[in-house]
């Protein structure tokens, strides 16, 4: 069984950025590609990236270029570093890994105008 616990989230102004982090525990966690989701009030989960054992990376056009996630191994947590922050980007941010299907409980991000 693997743990997700989320962290980092906050109240920024637009223009602003936040350091999200997902530290995992119960698996080998180098061996997993890991990804973050956000879901806004009213609307469907989605994809915003993926990391995966590679260090290979994708984003969604939303975030490409504002938006960076890497990972530690030896921490055992994956992080999305967010720039340039937009009213558009409140939501709660999750991190799901794959193999699994495991997910956080969420942290909240609210960007003010």
């Known amino acids: 069984q693997l743990q997700l616990v989320e962290s980092g989230g906050g109240l920024v102004q637009a223009g602003g950025s936040l350091r999200l982090s997902c530290a995992a525990s119960?698996?080998?966690?180098?061996?997993?590609?890991m990804a973050w989701y956000r879901q806004a009030p009213g609307t469907e989960r989605e994809f915003v990236a993926r990391i995966n054992s590679g260090n290979s990376t994708y984003y969604s056009n939303s975030v490409k270029g504002r938006f960076t996630i890497s990972r530690d191994n030896n921490k055992n947590t994956a992080y999305l570093q967010m720039n340039s922050l937009n009213p558009e980007d409140t939501a709660i941010y999750y991190c799901?890994?794959?193999?699994?299907?495991?997910w956080g409980q969420g942290t909240q991000v609210t960007v003010s105008s």
């Open positions: 119960g698996r080998t966690f180098s061996s997993l590609s």
């Open positions: 799901k890994a794959y193999g699994g299907d495991y």
